[in-house]
C-alpha cells in the first residue's frame, strides 16, 4: 500500500472541516487495505494532555507567546515519540489532525517569528516530519459560521489564549477573540507552502463536503503516485 508508513496532516483554521477530511481518508485508506493511526495535536497521550489542559485552563493573558509555543512543542514531541514514529515503524499511515503547521499560524499570529517556530519544530520532533500537509483554507467568517460562534464577540488580543484549537473546549473562547486575528491566522496558514520545511497543500475548504474530498484526495494521490 503506498501510503504505508506515510505521515499526513490536515490542518486549517477552525471550521475549515478538518475532521470530516481526515476520517474520509481514514476509510479511503483502510478500505485499500491500509493501517491507519490516527494522532491528535496537542495532546494525544498522558503526557501531552497534561500539557493541554494547562493551555486549557491557563489564563494565557499572562503567559509570554514563546512560552505557549514551547508548550505546544513538548506535547508535539512526546506525541512524536509515543505515537507517530512507532505507527510509522509498523508500516501505518497516521493521520494527524494539526501539527507544527498549527503553531505557525496561531502562534504566529500572536507575534513569534514562524522561522523561530520551525527551528523548535525541528528540536521537538528531529525528521520526523508529515510526508504531506493539507491546509484547508477558509475565511475565518466561514468557519465561525459552521461552529456556531459569533464573529461580533471579541475582546483584548490574549485574554483567552488558544483554547479553541482544542476539543472540548468552551465555544465562546473563540467568540472573544478578535477577528483580525484569526484573519491573520489565516494570512500565515496560506503563507505556509512558501515557508514551510516539508510538503504542504492549500485546499479551497468553503466548498461542499465532496468538492473538498476530490481535492484531498487528489493531493494524496499526487504526493505518493
Not at 481526515?22 to 495535536?41: M, N, P, S, V, Y
Not at 506535547?75 to 501539527?99: I, M, N, W, Y
Request: overall charge neutral; glycine content about 8%; hydrophobic content about 40%.
Amino acid at each position: 500500500m503506498k501510503l504505508a508508513g506515510k505521515f499526513l496532516v490536515v490542518d486549517g483554521p477552525d471550521g475549515s472541516g478538518k475532521e470530516t477530511q481526515i476520517k474520509r481518508l481514514a476509510e479511503w485508506i483502510t478500505a485499500q487495505g491500509g493501517q491507519c493511526t490516527r494522532a491528535r495535536d496537542p495532546g494525544g497521550t498522558v503526557i501531552g494532555d497534561r500539557i493541554r489542559h494547562v493551555l486549557l485552563d491557563f489564563d494565557l493573558a499572562t503567559m509570554d507567546p514563546r512560552c505557549e509555543a514551547l508548550l505546544f512543542m513538548a506535547s508535539r514531541a512526546q506525541l512524536v515519540a509515543e505515537v507517530v514514529r512507532p505507527a510509522l515503524q509498523k508500516g501505518h499511515t497516521v493521520l494527524c489532525d494539526r501539527f507544527i503547521s498549527a503553531t505557525c499560524a496561531y502562534q504566529g499570529a500572536i507575534g513569534v517569528p514562524p522561522a523561530e517556530i520551525i527551528a523548535l519544530g525541528r528540536l521537538a520532533v528531529g525528521d520526523t516530519w508529515p510526508h504531506l500537509t493539507i491546509l484547508l483554507d477558509v475565511p475565518p467568517e466561514t468557519g465561525f459560521a459552521r461552529i456556531g460562534r459569533k464573529r461580533h464577540h471579541v475582546s483584548s488580543r490574549r485574554n483567552v489564549g488558544q483554547r479553541s484549537i482544542f476539543e472540548g473546549a468552551t465555544a465562546d473562547a473563540m467568540e472573544r477573540r478578535p477577528l483580525e486575528f484569526h484573519r491573520r491566522v489565516r494570512e500565515l496558514f496560506q503563507e505556509l507552502p512558501a515557508a514551510y520545511p516539508a510538503p504542504v497543500v492549500l485546499i479551497d475548504g468553503e466548498r461542499d463536503i465532496d468538492a473538498v474530498w476530490e481535492d484531498v484526495h487528489k493531493a494524496v494521490e499526487r504526493a505518493f503516485q
